[in-house]
């Protein structure tokens, strides 16, 4: 079974500075992928950034990148310059080809970011 | 996103009414999935389906059913309604057949369903 851990319920970081949320996984899977999502208060979901577990580099998307440490099974998103708009709940996600890509998701963190 | 469009946003329905959630998608995805989100537990899997003859049991499917009525179409029905079916339920969407997006899933809006 897949589970996906993310033991910050709540965060806060002031505006322009640089705010890491963690997330850790279990799988016994070697070729799956990793997901930052985004709820703001619209209720939208939103994917931020996207990792595959096959690629060494980590995947960066503009402000947000993560720190991908597969054998400690560790998936963090890095926000940088934080925005007023990045206030948010933030899900991590992981799906694995063999499991027919059923997500799985982190129980989330709330984000706050402090004008 | 907007080429995920569920319905209705919102309902708020009395304990034991059938009631149905529907998603339709412009997307032209094969596959389509349905979760329920509850605070502080996450999004969680209740069906998700291949294509219009593959449904499948998500990690809590008891209490509902779905429909696959089209390959655009997934819809989610509560046939007696509970209160602690009182949630925020998502349809999202995925692309099997390859290309950049492949694997990722696009959520619609939403629908929040209280049950009294």
């Known amino acids: 079974a897949q589970t996906v851990t993310q033991s910050q319920p709540e965060m806060s970081v002031q505006e322009a500075e640089t705010v890491t949320l963690s997330c850790t996984y279990d799988?016994?899977?070697?070729?799956?992928?990793l997901f930052w999502y985004k709820q703001p208060p619209s209720r939208q979901m939103i994917l931020v950034i996207r990792?595959?577990?096959?690629?060494?580099q980590n995947a960066t998307e503009n402000r947000f990148s993560v720190n991908f440490q597969k054998a400690a099974k560790s998936f963090s998103l890095k926000i940088s310059d934080s925005q007023l708009g990045d206030t948010a709940m933030y899900f991590c996600?992981?799906?694995?080809?063999?499991?027919?890509?059923?997500?799985?998701f982190g129980t989330g963190t709330s984000l706050t970011v402090i004008p | 996103d907007a080429d995920v469009t569920q319905t209705p946003r919102n309902r708020i329905t009395k304990t034991g009414k059938r009631i149905m959630l529907e998603c339709s998608q412009t997307?032209?995805?094969?596959?389509m999935y349905w979760y329920r989100q509850d605070p502080g537990l996450g999004l969680r899997l209740i069906y998700y389906s291949f294509d219009v003859k593959d449904i499948n049991k998500g990690e809590i499917s008891d209490g509902y059913s779905v429909s696959r009525q089209a390959q655009a179409k997934f819809s989610l029905s509560l046939e007696s309604a509970i209160p602690n079916q009182t949630a925020l339920y998502f349809c999202?969407?995925?692309?099997?057949?390859?290309?950049?997006?492949?694997?990722?899933?696009?959520f619609g809006a939403g629908t929040r369903l209280s049950v009294l």
């Open positions: 997307k032209g995805h094969d596959r």
């Open positions: 990792q595959e577990a096959y690629k060494q």
């Open positions: 799988t016994s899977e070697n070729n799956y992928y």
């Open positions: 996600a992981f799906s694995a080809l063999n499991t027919g890509n059923q997500f799985y």
């Open positions: 999202a969407t995925s692309d099997s057949t390859g290309g950049r997006s492949k694997n990722i899933q696009y």
